[in-house]
């Protein structure tokens, strides 16, 4: 079953505003049984809303669209939607009644513009909205055959709406889905897909989709079927496989990232962790081991070293940081010691520009030391550096 989406406002298009209206239904059509083949942000342009309507009609069977419901001049979703299908506008009573009590409630007088949201396409019914003064519109076309769905551009309404409203007048997709997203950290995107194999072919069940973002590979395993206990065999099957061909690289499943795991591991086992970081990582795993209050309690001592510009040219940084760590582990401060190197820029011959850096791990039968150097954005550089670290720790206390 095929959905599209479209969001509109000038205010979208223009850049003023981030659509996330989009993203989140999405989600929540997906795991429903629909395939949502198509996002649309229009500006409120009478002519491109009316053609963009018809032409989503005519593709899929389920259109939902967000914004365009209030009051002012410039709102005109439910004007173009009546054009688009040849429907007057006609008032619906109920939902005017509903707008003049929310005005009443706040004691204040309702302006007569505010009229106009009670307003539909007569083939049309109002979708009552409990928590502003913006009602839904829920249309079935008989020709082409498609569930059209409008709601407030507000995602606090939006979501409300779609769950107490909506949800309940979709068509049936007769299909489960069941989304796993696994972790991976050590392999690049062609590498990935290369050891993944077939795996990884469009048009298999389950499908098995591969992003990066911050030299994280995340492996999203999407399973359909006729029940929910079908999905989970397939999606459960497939997992096993991508396990079994990336091996150590996998780290974990969902939102995980690895300083979530190695801070767990050290939880568990009782061991603490000490970071002197140079601008190679700039501070940030030590910023990551302190995002929630039981992963501070791993981290003993955190210190950032000085930028590059106030480190003698020699190696002696290294030397010192060491002897500080190894004192830390000796008094039983700490398990575990990361060290970052102070980071530095340079200009190669053919004008590339490239971060230079490295990131050393000791402690408990663990000395590992990385050449982290790439070409690329400073925060980008950091990222990957920081995780390089940490997941020397997480192989070692695997």
């Known amino acids: 079953m095929k959905a599209e989406i479209i969001a509109i406002g000038s205010e979208l298009t223009c850049g003023a505003r981030l659509d996330t209206n989009s993203q989140w239904l999405s989600v929540e059509l997906e795991a429903r049984g629909w395939t949502v083949q198509r996002h649309t942000t229009v500006a409120d342009d009478r002519a491109g809303m009316i053609r963009c309507y018809q032409e989503a009609a005519q593709r899929c069977q389920l259109v939902l669209i967000t914004g365009g419901l209030g009051p002012t001049l410039d709102d005109i979703t439910r004007d173009t939607l009546a054009e688009a299908f040849d429907q007057p506008l006609v008032e619906d009573a109920v939902a005017l009644k509903h707008i003049e009590a929310l005005f009443q409630s706040r004691n204040r007088e309702m302006p007569e513009r505010n009229k106009v949201q009670a307003l539909r396409p007569a083939n049309s019914v109002s979708v009552h909205n409990a928590h502003g003064t913006a009602p839904g519109i829920l249309m079935k076309l008989a020709d082409p055959d498609c569930t059209i769905a409008v709601m407030p551009g507000v995602p606090a309404e939006m979501k409300l709406m779609f769950h107490e409203q909506i949800v309940a007048q979709l068509p049936q997709s007769g299909v489960f889905v069941v989304r796993t997203v696994i972790r991976t950290f050590g392999f690049g995107e062609s590498d990935a897909e290369r050891l993944l194999g077939e795996l990884t072919a469009r048009d298999r069940n389950p499908e098995v989709g591969i992003t990066a973002s911050n030299a994280v590979i995340s492996l999203s395993v999407t399973a359909r079927a006729a029940t929910a ?18 091996g150590d690289a996998v780290f974990g499943t969902g939102d995980d990232d690895l300083h979530h795991v190695v801070a767990d591991r050290l939880l568990q086992r009782d061991l603490r962790i000490a970071v002197l970081e140079g601008s190679t990582t700039g501070g940030l795993i ?23 510009a106030a480190i003698p040219s020699d190696d002696s940084w290294e030397s010192e940081l060491r002897q500080q760590g190894e004192s830390l582990i000796r008094s039983g401060k700490a398990d575990y010691v990361v060290l970052s190197s102070p980071g530095f820029l340079v200009r190669e011959d053919n004008g590339v520009r490239r971060q ?20 690329g954005n400073l925060a980008i550089f950091r990222e990957r550096a920081a995780r390089i670290a940490l997941n020397q720790l997480r192989l070692h206390l695997r």
């Open 229 to 246: 206990e079908e999905c989970e065999i397939l999606s459960a099957t497939v997992c096993e496989q991508i396990r079994e061909r990336l």
């Open 286 to 308: 030590g910023h990551w081991l302190t995002e929630t209050e039981s992963y501070a309690t791993r981290l003993t001592h955190c210190q950032l070293f000085p930028t590059a």
């Open 356 to 375: 230079q850096g490295s990131v050393t791990v000791f402690g408990r039968g663990l000395d590992s030391s990385h050449d982290v150097s790439m070409t």
